[in-house]
């Protein structure tokens, strides 16, 4: 069964961290996708990836930066963590044009 | 950057019965898809309708594409307890490769 792994359900972090989300996927997917949740507010792209070592901005990427050294690995860096970057965090592969997402369960973090 | 919007915001309705979700946007697409979000989950693909389509059906599931109303909606027949979920469209615009943006979604309600 294809998947995408997200290294946390949970985390809570302090503000002023360094934060890491780790993402894994094992289908060999070119692109990779981090999107962030609230309510109101849909899913928004953070950042995203079409190869090893390529990233994209996506419309919310302040605050964040991401690290794609190995294909099947897309992680999410958040410098500095703030109270206002509290959110669940969604990681999604995808082979190419025309195909659908696959998307990890998701990390909800909490920054206090 | 939102691009699609779902109809209603929010859908109470009994099971057997079918539920419509209706999905609007604003810029011409590759594809449009359709996702289900269970609570506090990942989301899950359920189905990709290209710009050249106008319906598709799987199992319990028929979406239609109006390029020329840019509006689509999926339609879930006889509805079950299980289908209770957000329901998120998602297009891919004309030239802008691999990357979609998803709408607010629709929480469907099935009462038992």
């Known amino acids: 069964d294809v998947k995408v792994t997200q290294s946390s359900r949970y985390l809570v972090k302090r503000t002023g961290e360094k934060v890491f989300l780790e993402c894994v996927q094992d289908m060999d997917h070119e692109n990779m996708f981090w999107y962030r949740q609230d309510p109101g507010l849909g899913l928004r792209l953070i950042y995203f990836s079409y190869d090893v070592k390529m990233k994209e901005k996506g419309d919310i990427p302040e605050g964040y930066s991401v690290s794609r050294e190995k294909k099947e690995r897309f992680s999410l860096i958040l410098e500095s963590a703030s109270t206002n970057q509290t959110s669940m965090y969604l990681c999604?592969?995808?082979f190419g044009t025309g195909d659908g997402y696959t998307f990890g369960s998701g990390t909800r973090l909490t920054v206090v | 950057s939102q691009q699609g919007e779902e109809d209603p915001q929010a859908l109470s309705i009994q099971e057997g019965e079918n539920a419509t979700m209706n999905c609007s946007y604003k810029?011409?697409?590759?594809?449009l898809q359709w996702y289900r979000q269970n609570s506090g989950r990942g989301l899950v693909h359920l189905i990709l309708?290209?710009?050249?389509?106008r319906e598709k059906h799987s199992g319990r599931l028929r979406v239609t594409l109006d390029t020329s109303k840019k509006s689509s909606s999926l339609l879930i027949t006889a509805s079950r307890a299980a289908d209770t979920a957000s329901y998120f469209c998602?297009?891919?615009?004309?030239?802008?490769?691999?990357?979609?943006?998803f709408g607010k979604g629709t929480r469907l309600h099935i009462l038992p």
């Open positions: 999604a592969s995808s």
């Open positions: 810029t011409s697409i590759n594809n």
């Open positions: 998602a297009t891919e615009k004309e030239n802008r490769d691999d990357k979609i943006i």
């Open positions: 309708i290209r710009s050249n389509e």
